[in-house]
């Protein structure tokens, strides 16, 4: 089956800390792997999506490649902001079918 | 551009009450679906529609209606609510691309 699951938070960092949330996936066939951020009060956005091995998608300072042979997807970041304090998910689009498999989520807290 | 709207922002329920859930969007995409997010348990998906006219059941369907009369609107039904649907619900189409275009959720407490 097709599942998602990244690490626990709550993660607290100051600012200008590196940035590392893991995130490892089970699935069939060759998934689309997407990382999602949500503000407090708000829907869930796009961060960035990586379509096959070794992509890496990119955004606002955020990076995650797609590794096949560890079936990871993690978000790092080199300087995080204040700005960045939010919850993070890690999702996966099979190629077949028409759902979406989101891990838990990741809560950062960026202090200055 | 509105996106994906959805209302009413804030809800609360007596055991047994019956809601629509209204979700709309003009981005004019065929796959619209919805979410309930849970603490510890991310987002789960309980209903998607790939066009008007189609809808299927996601991984907790169990309490919830849909139907998909045309393009822009999705709404989602609570029947006979109970308290272990209090959650936050989110609406979401998606673009050809794949990404998902998510509304701003609706807090439902159920009592």
């Known amino acids: 089956g097709n599942s998602v699951t990244q690490m626990e938070g709550p993660v607290t960092l100051s600012e200008e800390a590196f940035l590392t949330i893991n995130c490892t996936y089970t699935?069939?066939?060759?998934?689309?792997l997407f990382w999602y951020v949500q503000y407090p009060g708000e829907g869930l956005q796009l961060l960035l999506k990586?379509?096959?091995?070794?992509d890496k998608g990119s955004n606002k300072g955020f990076e995650a490649t797609y590794r096949k042979e560890t079936t990871s997807f993690h978000l790092e970041k080199g300087s995080v902001q204040v700005s960045d304090s939010a919850v993070y998910f890690c999702?996966?689009?099979?190629?077949?079918?028409?759902?979406?498999?989101f891990g838990t989520g990741t809560s950062l807290t960026v202090i200055p | 551009n509105a996106g994906v709207t959805q209302t009413p922002k804030f809800q609360v329920l007596k055991t047994g009450q019956s809601m629509t859930l209204q979700c709309a969007q003009d981005?004019?995409?065929?796959?619209m679906s919805w979410y309930r997010q849970d603490p510890g348990m991310g987002l789960r998906l309980i209903h998607y529609?790939?066009?008007?006219?189609?809808?299927d059941q996601g991984e907790v369907p169990n309490g919830y209606n849909v139907s998909r009369s045309t393009t822009e609107d999705f709404p989602l039904r609570l029947l006979s609510a109970a308290p272990s649907q209090t959650s936050v619900y989110f609406c979401?189409?998606?673009?050809?691309?794949?990404?998902?275009?998510f509304g701003s959720g609706t807090q439902l407490s159920v009592l």
């Open positions: 999702a996966l689009s099979p190629n077949t079918g028409n759902q979406f498999y």
């Open positions: 979401a189409s998606r673009s050809p691309n794949e990404k998902l275009f």
């Open positions: 529609s790939v066009g008007a006219g189609i809808t």
């Open positions: 990586a379509t096959k091995a070794d």
């Open positions: 981005m004019n995409h065929e796959y």
């Open positions: 699935a069939t066939g060759y998934p689309s």
